[in-house]
T-cell receptor, first 114, second 114 residues
């Protein structure tokens, strides 16, 4: 089974609104990453947050991490139609040579209506 | 373009045939990963390499699957005696390693087994 689970599975909003996606995981992590996948294309790395960080920003993206609750959220502000994609969280739980191996959730499908 | 490339992009094969996919990572990246993704799900880890060494192979990977990374450059993933259940998108990713874990994904190879 997957380590991470995204919530909701699907989200539909109007352009300009904010979108929030959540990720819960089961075991302790070294870091958590968020990726975007446009329909039929490869994944694009968005942001990485380490286990000792609580919040990180990148442009219109804001990621939070609560290790006590084993959860993370991705906020996209002022959404655009081009943000329409699937968003995945990926957790890195390995140590030593296993560090860097990521386990992905099943994603949140975001639709931004113009 | 110096991103991750995969070849072929699409492969249709008959059940029982062998197929081989190739991945060329970003040149300075030490780590190379293979994932499998089916519709509506996140990528499932298959195996990964640090240079030419195969560090881990998922329990999902039966003996019909084998991967190599000779000389620590490109990698091949071979599936022998393909089954309809092997139909999926096969994704390759690479990362710098050495504490830098962001993965850069290729466009994937879509396999259809008829």
């Amino acid at each position: 089974s997957q380590q991470g689970e995204e919530d909701p599975q699907a989200l539909s909003i109007q352009e300009g609104e904010n979108a929030t996606m959540n990720c819960s995981y089961k075991t302790s992590i070294n870091n958590l990453q968020w990726y975007r996948q446009n329909s039929g294309r490869g994944l694009v790395h968005l942001i990485l947050i380490r286990s000792n960080e609580r919040e990180k920003h990148s442009g219109r993206l804001r990621v939070t991490l609560d290790t006590s609750k084993k959860s993370s959220s991705l906020l996209i502000t002022a959404s655009r139609a081009a943000d329409t994609a699937s968003y995945f969280c990926a957790t890195d739980t390995g140590g030593g040579t296993n560090a860097g191996k990521s386990t992905f959730g099943d994603g949140t499908t975001l639709t931004v209506k113009p | 373009d110096t991103g991750v490339s995969q070849d072929p992009r699409h492969k249709i094969t008959k059940r029982g045939q062998n197929v081989t996919f190739r991945c060329d990572p970003i040149s300075e990246h030490n780590r190379l990963y293979w994932y499998r993704q089916t519709l509506g799900q996140g990528p499932e880890f298959l195996t990964y390499f640090q240079n030419e060494a195969q560090l881990e192979k998922s329990r999902l990977l039966s003996d019909r699957f084998s991967a190599e990374r000779p000389k620590g450059s490109f990698s091949t993933l071979e599936i022998q005696r393909t089954e309809q259940g092997d139909s999926a998108m096969y994704l390759c990713a690479s990362s710098l390693g050495s504490g830098t874990y962001e993965q850069y994904f290729g466009p994937g190879t879509r396999l259809t087994v008829t």
